[in-house]
C-alpha cells in the first residue's frame, strides 16, 4: 500500500465475506484505502473485488483468534508507514447448542477471536491514534448483548463484554479525539449461522437483514462519531430496548426460544 497516498487509511477484519466485506465496500466507497484481514483463503478474492472501487486494496490472511495472528496484523498496520484513520474491527463466530454438549476447544477459540482479539488490537493500535488526536474505532456488537443467550451462551456474553468494553473507551477518551462507535445487528443474511451450527434453529431459518444496509448504517453511525447503532429492522431496535426493560430470565427464555436446536420445526 503505497505510503504517499493522499487517502484515508482504513482496516476492516473479518472481511472475506458479509457485515465485515460490505463495511470494507464502504470505506473503499468512500476514498479509503483499505487493509482487509481474514482467516480464510477468501479474503484474496474480496480483496480483488474491492479493487473495482478504484482504492486502493490490500489482503492478509490472519487467524486474529491467536496473539501470533494479532501481532502479524498489527506489524503489517506499522509497515505500511502510514497513519491508521479508522478500524473496524469485526471478526467474530459463533457457536450454537447446549453448552455442555459442545466442543469446548470451540468455545474457547469463539473468547480468544471474540473478546481477547479485539482487546489486544484495540491496546497495540490505540496510543498512536490518540496522539494524533484522531481516529475512528467501529466494533461489530450485536443486539444479542443485550440478553443471556440459551443455547448461544459464550456468543451472547462475547458480544455483551465487546459492547461494555466499547463504551467504557470511549468514555476514556471522550477528549483525545478519538471516536468509539459500537455496531450492533441483529439476524443478518451471512453466513454465520451455518458456521456456528444453527441451521436448524428458529433464527437460522428466519427473514434476516441485508448485510450491505448493516454496513451502510454501521459506517455512517462511525462517521458521525454515534456511540452506537442498532442496525437493520425496526424489530431489532424493538427487540434491543425491550431486552433492557425484561428480566434476564425472560430475555433467556426468549433466546431459548428461537435459539434452541431443531426449533425451526417447532
Known sequence: MPQNSTKQFAV???????????LAKQFA????????????TGISDAARRLATTGSQIESLQADLATYDGVEQLVNRI?????????IAINAGVGVAGPFIDGDLRAHLNLISLNVDSPVHLTHRILKDMVARGQGRILYTSSIAATMPG?????????????????????????????TITVLMPGATETNFFHRAGADDTRIGQSKKDDAAEVAREGYEALMAGKDHVVAGSFMNKVQATMAHVLPDTVNAELHRKQAEPESAHK
Open 12 to 22: 476492516v477484519t473479518g472481511a472475506s465475506s458479509g457485515i465485515g466485506y460490505e
Open 29 to 40: 466507497e468512500n476514498g479509503f484505502d483499505v487493509l482487509i484481514v481474514a482467516e480464510d
Open 78 to 86: 506499522k509497515s505500511a508507514g502510514r497513519p491508521l484513520d479508522a
Open 150 to 178: 440459551a443455547f448461544e451462551s459464550t456468543y451472547n456474553a462475547s458480544k455483551s463484554f465487546l459492547k461494555s468494553f466499547a463504551e467504557a473507551i470511549r468514555n476514556e477518551l471522550k477528549d483525545t479525539g478519538v
